[in-house]
């Protein structure tokens, strides 16, 4: 009997940037991925997962399997999937890419400046958040919050949601695959509350022990996922955005 199906619907670009970064995540062979049965104009088909409730077992294998994913790297910071031309996309909206020469140019140029034309066009972003915006960025390319920590592999959109515990062991779905900073997906992790995430860090440490301060920085690497949930939804995520803005403004 072949497998089930998981048949997805979207505009053909976003389609085949799903299907190129389960792709590169496969490729490096440290944590299961859903497999892409066909991609089309229209959909893209996925083997329709199973899934089981998580174990501390389960969560500790994926930390460590996280760390290798991110340790198998890219070509740079914001660099996408081999073969990919143009920029991504981060849930319905687009995400660039390019190649960054240092983490904090990826993120001020290419995350939070057009984070904020985006809020600025729906009428979020207060005179107050803008200034705190202009700051950050300038924090940002300053290179004040870089390290020498080259960039990774990562998922991109990891909240809780995009993990799939299955009898396989947690399995990732629905990326954003791009060259990166590892901190990022940790903090995506933590941002809707993913399960044993206390176990999936202490093994994340086991293969790659973090820098030092990393729990302060969950918030600064939570910001855009949290703007793009402002720019979608409205309501508290503004609230939290400018919050986040206000934080890492001045350190």
Known sequence: ??????????????????????????????????????????????????????????ARAFGAGLARLHDAGAPAFGSPPPGWVGGGYIGPLPMATGAWPTWGELYARARLEPLGQMLRAAGDLTPQAAADLDRLVGRLLDGELDDDDRPARLHGDLWSGNVMWTSDGATLIDPAAHGGHRETDLAMLALFGAPCLDEVIDAYQTVHPLRPGWQRRVGLHQLFPVGVHAVLFGGGYVTRTHALLRTWASG
């Open 1 to 58: 009997m072949g497998a089930q199906v998981f048949r997805k619907h979207a505009s053909p670009d976003a389609l085949r940037w799903e299907a190129a970064g389960l792709a590169w995540l496969a490729a490096a062979g440290a944590l299961p991925v859903v497999p892409v049965l066909e991609v089309a104009t229209d959909h893209l088909d996925l083997v329709r997962l199973t899934s089981v409730s998580p174990t501390p077992e389960a």
